[in-house]
């Protein structure tokens, strides 16, 4: 699946996933998928909702990897979730020595597959130096959604912004509550990218 994806396309997902991994996941969902685009945020020329506007923050800067990050441990502590790394913890695995120890081969790209099972073509799993990581359904519709956009576009591989369409596509996931909560015009942000529908 990585041979349609641009190097920076293919470089967020691997991200998405050592972020996954760094939360203590144990599979991958859009919203790593949004921390990971947060880095290098693909959009320029949007703005937050007037009502989430402060005096020197625009949209763009709402949109930041610890602005993400917080919202998340905001989610999951009011969940009352505990991580996988708390799980761990509890029977005395330390997953920062484990990855300590990992090769260092871990952020290169090249190194890590993106594959759908020919068994169960739902299932697409992230595989890497690191480990192996399914994609929850979110995280695999964002996968199918940017495919599926890049090829109706000018260019056939999948950018950033492809993966930004993607997270965009269900309302109901993860990123698109975090980027509202975050004050981000969703209306604006889809339009910028060139991501509205028409009404019929």
């Known amino acids: 699946m990585f041979a349609r994806f641009t190097p920076e396309a293919r470089l967020t997902t691997v991200r998405a996933g050592l972020l996954s991994l760094d939360h203590g996941r144990t599979t991958l969902d859009e ?17 937050a909702t007037p ?26 502590a009011a ?20 990855r300590r120890r990992l090769p260092a081969r871990r952020t290169d790209p090249l190194a890590w597959r993106l594959t759908r099972s020919r068994l169960r073509p739902l299932n697409v799993t992230l595989s890497g130096p690191a480990g192996d990581l399914l994609l929850t359904a979110g995280a695999r519709k964002v996968v199918e959604v940017a495919l599926h956009t890049s090829g109706t576009g000018t260019g056939s591989e999948v950018t950033d912004e492809d993966l930004l369409k993607g997270l965009l596509a269900d309302s109901s996931n993860a ?20 991501f509205l529908r028409e009404p019929a």
Not at 51 to 66: K, L, M
Not at 84 to 90: G, I, S
Request: glycine fraction near 14%.
């Open 175 to 194: 990123s698109v509550s975090i980027l509202r909560g975050l004050g981000v015009d969703l209306r604006g942000l889809a339009a910028s990218i060139g």
């Open 51 to 76: 009502q989430a506007v402060t005096p020197g923050v625009a949209g763009a800067e709402a949109v930041t990897p610890e602005a993400v990050a917080a919202e998340i441990r905001n989610r999951e």
């Open 31 to 47: 919203d790593m998928f949004l921390l990971a685009l947060a880095g290098s945020w693909p959009v320029t020329g949007f703005s």
């Open 79 to 98: 969940r009352g979730r505990a991580g996988d790394r708390e799980l761990l913890a509890a029977i005395g695995v330390d997953l920062d020595e484990i």
